[in-house]
């Protein structure tokens, strides 16, 4: 229905790219030489996200009469904390993926060289609806239920209280790349253009008269 597929680790372009070949009015944007330079573009970008919600956390527990000690629940907290975010890792990726035109091809791939999980689709986009496609999983994974936490009454007992916001932290350090991808489409791409993939590292983009929009 949704036409996403599990395709295993990526090793090269070969195994991804599906089109025959680049339109002559395709303009590349973003190009990227070094992608671990980007992953620290990104993170940068989602600095001030991430400390904002870290120094909440910190006055949140700071008036509570708990004290952390080393002890089977606390290890079980953690524990449960690592497993959360390691499921919520392949979520991220299903997220992106639906927000692909349905009837495209969705595959997901592992690239162990950057250990990092990616969702390759050469349909072309809007501008912003890949926006949207990029920023989603931080929002649903992250920031949104952060915030309900955050304000919600607390049922969830010490110490697995603590593991919570440690989940959704980092479920919004997980989306530095996509942090630097937003970056580099605000700043390169048109508004009346959409945008399509090929490859890992190389994006390009097709203008669209305004009535295309």
């Not at 330079?37 to 527990?61: C, D, H, N, Q, Y």
């Not at 091809?105 to 990616?118: D, L, P, R």
Request: glycine share 6%; aromatic share 14%; with cysteine.
């Amino acid at each position: 229905m949704f036409r996403i597929t599990y395709k295993g680790n990526y090793t090269s372009d070969e195994q991804i790219i599906r089109r025959k070949g680049i339109p002559e009015n395709a303009v590349e944007f973003g190009k990227i030489s070094d992608l671990n330079s980007e992953f620290i573009r990104g993170f940068f970008l989602l600095l001030p996200v991430l400390a904002g919600m870290m120094a909440v956390t910190f006055l949140k527990f700071r008036g509570s009469a708990y004290h952390l000690a080393l002890g089977f629940d606390t290890l079980l907290a953690v524990l449960m904390g690592i497993l959360a975010v390691c499921f919520l890792r392949q979520v991220h990726e299903v997220i992106h993926a639906l927000f692909y035109p349905p009837d495209a091809e969705k595959e997901i791939w592992k690239s162990k060289v950057h250990g990092a999980y990616f969702v390759y689709c050469e349909a072309e986009m809007s501008r912003n609806r890949f926006v949207t496609m990029a920023l989603a999983p931080v929002f649903a994974l992250g920031i949104i239920p952060f915030v309900l936490w955050l304000l919600l009454p607390q049922v969830i007992p010490m110490p697995y209280n603590i593991a919570v916001p440690f989940v959704f932290w980092m479920m919004t350090i997980l989306g530095t790349g996509d942090a630097a991808n937003v970056y580099h489409v605000l700043k390169e791409v048109p508004a009346h253009a959409r945008v399509f993939n090929h490859g890992l590292l190389r994006s390009f983009y097709i203008l669209e008269p305004p009535e295309g929009r």
